[in-house]
């Protein structure tokens, strides 16, 4: 007789990983299934999916220990500190990022035995229906849940003619495993990936090339926010090549050549010790024989599901980077919870309205809600407030003045509709932003609030204030 659940969660990524936990919290029998993508020393599966394996918890390793490196070279003899010429072991770099992410990963396994979650190893795969639910294929078994919860993410999108070997010619994966720093590193696309990954290897010594198709820089942010990212991106070394055509990719043993068209029409090759290629990522349904229980896809192979991640079929459901919305960990953990609680007879809840994006350059990007090129195209009435970190006391302290905070309110009712900070703490910062928003504040809410002296939410307050033309500070 086969295994059989309440809940079966196929995947064990964000999404996949913490909607298991709740269930069992909730009192289901819930059993996870991951199929092991990354390699592991002793062949067990990697919980934490491509966020905690190879995307955002190694990126933000590195990017620290970047950012360290740069600061020794440069921002320390402003400061009266001399270390003399810093030298970066790339090999240990990379080694304590992967500790950081073994750590982790045992952390998963560790909270499905304190919450009674059952880990399957293998690849989930759907079969049909049984008398106890719906069977799932796990390796060479198959389960049966009366529920199931398909979190199966993610991979990175290639170019055609562009083949990704992760050793010359790098996707996400390879892009946190380089083992020294190259001379000169090529990037297609300027997105997340693209800019965070740029900005390791620039701290580092490497001279970096983005080549982007599309004609504007970061264009779903807020347009002042993408103005000055790429004025201080620019400045600090990073070369952003907009609306580019790729033409013919050749590798040699001395390295990688791209052909390219720029917007002005101007045919360039440019020659690169390695190329990285982040062009955005596809869901992970191939492999997962959604035909077998009628589950229906979209045409880019996203799994289609309603506003509370119900599929078209009763008993599944799905969440993560495999439905629609954006690909961000934490959306995935949101949707998760929410499916649990909503199994469970309980009001699950997910505000897609208050979902913060955030990069991780230096300064840092951070925003939630609407920019006012949305404002104006859907001819919504608003007021902003603008604050640069420059009129910052803790910011000049700490040598980091670059950016602003940016708040934008409805102009009749005030409350809050987007909120947009490109400057040092962006990350952490913009959650304040979130709490407002999620239960309806007006600026003038943040802006009675007592912010603590000297910090840098300050500039979050003072922004608050300059909604109504009072900012006290600047």
């Known amino acids: 007789m086969s295994q059989q659940f309440d809940v079966l969660v196929i995947g064990g990524g964000p999404g996949g990983y ?6 069992a919290q909730l ?4 059993a996870c299934c991951e199929s092991n993508p990354y390699a592991d020393p002793k062949g067990e599966p990697r919980l934490g999916g491509t966020c905690l394996n190879v995307g955002c918890i190694p990126s933000k390793a590195l990017l620290h220990t970047s950012h360290l490196f740069e600061e020794a070279g440069h921002a320390f003899a402003e400061q009266g500190i001399s270390v003399g010429t810093p030298r970066i072991d790339v090999p240990r770099m990379i080694g304590r990022k992967s ?3 073994d750590k982790l990963t045992a952390g998963i396994k560790g909270l499905f035995k304190k919450n009674n979650v059952t880990l399957l190893k293998g690849h989930g795969a759907f079969v049909g229906q049984g008398a106890a639910g719906w069977q799932v294929k796990v390796g060479e078994e198959v389960v049966e849940a009366r529920q199931v919860i398909v979190a199966t993410g993610s991979k990175a999108r290639h170019l055609p003619g562009i083949a990704v070997d992760n050793k010359l010619i790098c996707d996400n994966i390879g892009a946190l495993d380089i083992d020294a720093v190259p001379r000169k590193l090529a990037i297609i696309g300027a997105g997340v990936i693209g800019l965070e990954m740029g900005s390791v290897w620039r701290r580092l010594g490497s001279e970096v090339t983005i080549l982007e198709a599309a004609p504007d820089f970061l264009a779903a942010a807020d347009v002042d926010l993408s103005r000055e990212a ?7 070394g990073l070369s952003l090549n907009m609306g580019v055509r790729i033409g013919e990719v050749k590798t040699s043993k001395k390295g990688v050549s791209i052909a390219y068209v720029d917007k002005e029409g101007k045919e360039h090759k440019l020659d690169a010790d390695r190329l990285i290629v982040s062009v955005g990522r596809i869901p992970n349904t191939d492999g997962l024989d959604a035909e077998a229980v009628g589950l229906k896809l979209d045409e880019r192979g996203m799994i289609e599901v309603d506003e509370h991640c119900k599929t078209n079929v009763a008993g599944i459901w799905a969440v993560g980077d495999v439905v629609r919305g954006p690909m961000l960990a934490h959306k995935a953990m949101e949707e998760g919870v929410m ?4 199994i469970a007879g309980q009001a699950g809840h997910c505000n897609f309205d ?4 955030v990069i991780y350059t230096n300064p840092e990007m951070a925003w939630v809600g609407k920019t006012e090129q949305q404002l104006k195209a859907e001819g919504v009435a ?3 407030g603008k604050i640069p970190f420059l009129a910052n006391g803790r910011a000049l302290g700490m040598g980091a003045p670059e950016g602003f905070v940016k708040m934008l309110a409805d102009a009749r009712t005030d409350r809050i509709l987007g909120v947009h900070i490109i400057g040092a703490g962006a990350s952490e910062l913009i959650a304040e932003a979130v709490v407002a928003m999620e239960f309806g504040g007006a600026s003038e809410d943040l802006a009675r609030i007592c912010h603590a002296h000297p910090t840098l939410s300050e500039v979050v307050h003072e922004a608050a204030l300059a909604c109504d033309k009072r900012a006290l500070h600047f």
Do not use: H, M, S
């Open 382 to 384: 608003y007021k902003a």
């Open 99 to 101: 500790e950081i992410v």
């Open 18 to 23: 913490v909607a298991a936990i709740r269930a």
């Open 339 to 342: 499916v649990a609680e909503l």
């Open 230 to 236: 790429l004025k201080l991106l620019t400045k600090q």
């Open 27 to 30: 009192g289901f029998n819930t």
């Open 354 to 357: 208050t979902i913060p994006f």
